[in-house]
């Protein structure tokens, strides 16, 4: 056997004996470390934080429109991002003239429970359950038409809507921008009338009845109240 022959075999052989000898192959350990959420100090988000209880008075708006009126919301944190919270409001809405042809006059009481979650420092949405009572009053001052109809109707409605809540250290600041009150259930309707012409009669009660299953609105509900 040549040099040349005897190196190329202790060549390879060395080649084929080091995995024997080589330490095992271990795969990379990889530690996933979660991206922290950021509040940022002094804002909405933060002062949320460790709320117990919110107090707030609406000042003006629709609760169930075209009413519009005033109500109170008492609502308890179940963290910082979500309020559960009993309502209650109250509102007017009048159409029509004093003067000649029918004027109505309708008064509207809500009362509900709804949830309100954050989506981040301050955009909110609204999901819950009313209960509308509604009364209605149609006085009549037409030359050949004098007459009185009145209504009530109760119903149960869904409550959906946005809004956005500003808070500070205790004070809170909050507008319900928009929202709607599908009806569920209608519990009761009445209808009373002494118009004479039984063609609008039969007119103005269909048109209650619709106003009475049909959808309401939610409009620009205004809130000041306190958090502790």
């Known amino acids: 056997m040549t040099s040349k022959s005897f190196f190329v ?37 933060h002062h949320r934080i460790d709320k117990e209880h919110i107090v707030m008075a609406q000042i003006f708006g629709a609760a169930s ?25 109250s509102g007017n809405a009048s159409v029509g003239s004093d ?19 954050f989506f981040g420092n301050s955009f909110y949405t609204k999901t819950g359950v009313d209960i509308r ?4 009053k149609g ?11 009145t209504g009530s109707s109760r119903s149960v409605t869904g409550t959906l809507a946005i809004g956005n809540q500003w808070q500070w250290e205790n004070f809170a600041m909050g507008v319900d921008w928009i929202g709607i009150n599908p009806v569920i259930n209608t519990m009761e309707t009445n209808f009373r009338s002494t118009n004479t012409n039984l063609t609008e009669k039969t007119s103005i009660e269909k048109e209650w009845k619709n106003l009475a299953r049909g959808y309401g609105g939610q409009l620009m509900r205004f809130h000041l109240g306190m958090s502790f």
Do not use: C, W
């Not at 080649?15 to 909405?44: N, R």
């Not at 003067?99 to 979650?117: A, E, F």
């Not at 009572?133 to 209605?136: A, D, R």
């Not at 006085?139 to 109809?149: A, L, S």
């Open 9 to 45: 075999y202790v060549t390879l052989s060395m080649l084929v004996a080091l995995p024997a000898f080589s330490a095992p192959y271990q795969e990379e350990q990889i530690v996933i470390i979660p991206k922290p959420k950021g509040i940022l100090e002094d804002s909405s988000e």
């Open 65 to 89: 429109a075209p009413a519009m009126g005033v109500g109170i919301t008492i609502g308890s944190y179940q963290d910082r991002n979500n309020i559960l919270q009993f309502e209650i409001s």
């Open 99 to 117: 003067i000649i042809g029918p004027r109505y006059d309708m008064h509207v009481d809500t009362l509900g429970m709804n949830l309100k979650h």
């Open 133 to 136: 009572s509604m009364k209605l």
């Open 139 to 149: 006085t009549y001052n037409d030359f050949d038409n004098n007459g009185v109809t």
